[in-house]
């Protein structure tokens, strides 16, 4: 038997660190996951304690995603120039902080503007943490970048279930917030030395390039493909219930069994997908899940019951899944223009799905009923599997 080789030792210690940095990328995306899904649980409380009613609440909830948006070209820049390690150094914290102000707002107006820092803050931390997950995955050379939206997925349920048991031990939002940024905090301080540290190049000057400019074909494209699944998402996130309660007319208690199958799947393909992808290319795989995406939105047009509606849900669960983290992937790679500004371009279309979606089903839904609404979001699903066709950069992924 041939003795330890030095070789080996280096070997062994290269593949050591590249899986302590994976872990450490992991683990910021589930801190993100995790601040952002504690917001989320304690939504109905501070509603409640703000006396608002349903419209002036959800012209105040405008304000984080709009923070976000406006936030975009800014975080590209910041990340290019300072490194995505840095700027997550700052930013989380600053994230956290800003989830934090939330419980201690009094009046409407302090919950908006909070929000909108929120917002910005958070997109700070977007841009950066996959920015990482681009560079982590250069450094596998392998597809892993799934994995790491598995991890925010992941993060979801967990802050749910935290947010859950805060409510009912009757935790105030503040001290539940407060709670979860000691966590994050923790978490940042002890992976911060794993992150990758070489995805900023003082010495290379980006050229010039003003504020308003037509994007590069490519990451407009994938913008697109991102905007479709986004507002597919969106369609998921902000009316899955509204659809088994009104539509499906499924009973109380089985309300949420749309949303929760959604988001199940949703995290299950993320955590199948760099697999698949290493088996069946970026291509294929992305227009499989815009199939999948269509085939479940018109499922549940054509058979509006519970458990064909179920199975529909968890099909564009698994559908949306792939999208994002692919097309972000893609993004990072770009030849020409740094990661961090890539990622804020495609990031910018994509987003307007998130703002878009929602409203435009809302829209149809008040003109010919929520039904159509799906079906339309459903030729999305079809759009996807159409434009993937004609991205280059998937041609031989």
């Not at 910005?120 to 790491?148: D, H, K």
């Not at 955590?271 to 499989?288: E, H, N, P, V």
């Not at 698994?318 to 030849?335: D, M, N, Q, R």
């Amino acid at each position: 038997m041939s003795g330890i080789t030095l070789e080996s030792l280096i070997e062994e210690g290269v593949q050591s660190g590249k899986r302590r940095t994976r872990l450490a990328v992991a683990l910021v995306y589930f801190s993100m996951g995790l601040a952002f899904a504690s917001w989320a649980s304690r939504i109905p409380d501070i509603k409640t304690a703000l006396n608002l009613s349903d419209g002036a609440f959800g012209s105040i909830l405008f304000a984080l995603p709009v923070g976000q948006f406006l936030m975009m070209p800014f975080s590209g820049k910041l990340v290019t120039r300072f490194g995505s390690n840095n700027v997550l150094k700052v930013g989380l914290p600053l994230y956290t902080l800003a989830l934090t102000s939330i419980g201690f707002v009094n009046t409407g107006w302090q919950l908006a503007v909070v929000l909108f820092l929120f917002g910005v803050t958070g997109n700070m931390c977007n841009i950066s943490v996959n920015t990482q997950g681009v560079a982590a995955e250069r450094l596998y050379g392998r597809p892993i970048m799934a994995s790491f939206h598995g991890g925010w997925s992941l993060a979801g349920f967990t802050g749910a279930l935290i947010g859950f048991l805060m409510i009912n031990l009757k935790v105030q939002p503040v001290w539940h917030f407060v709670t979860i940024i000691l966590v994050v905090w923790a978490i940042v301080r002890i992976n911060y030395p794993h992150l990758v540290r070489m995805d900023a190049d003082p010495k290379k000057h980006e050229p010039r390039r003003k504020f308003f400019m037509k994007p590069d074909s490519i990451l407009l494209q994938l913008g697109i493909i991102g905007f479709f699944s986004m507002a597919s998402e969106g369609a998921m996130f902000d009316w899955s219930g509204v659809y088994f309660k009104d539509v499906v007319k499924a009973p109380e208690s089985l309300v949420i069994l749309g949303y929760t199958s959604f988001m199940i799947m949703m995290a299950t393909g993320r955590f199948l997908a760099d697999f698949l992808i290493s088996k069946i290319g970026r291509k294929l795989l992305m227009q499989i899940c815009g199939v999948m995406i269509s085939a479940g939105l018109f499922t549940s047009v054509i058979f509006p019951y519970l458990i064909p509606s179920t199975i529909a849900f968890m099909m564009v669960g698994l559908g949306v899944s792939s999208i994002v983290p692919t097309v972000y992937s893609t993004a990072g790679k770009h030849e020409k223009i740094p990661p961090g500004i890539a990622l804020a371009t495609v990031s910018s279309v994509s987003f307007l799905g998130f703002l878009m979606g929602p409203p435009l089903i809302g829209f149809i839904a008040e003109a010919f009923g929520l039904r159509y609404s799906y079906a339309v979001i459903g030729i999305f699903g079809i759009g996807i599997t159409l434009l993937v066709a004609r991205v280059k950069a998937l041609q031989h992924s």
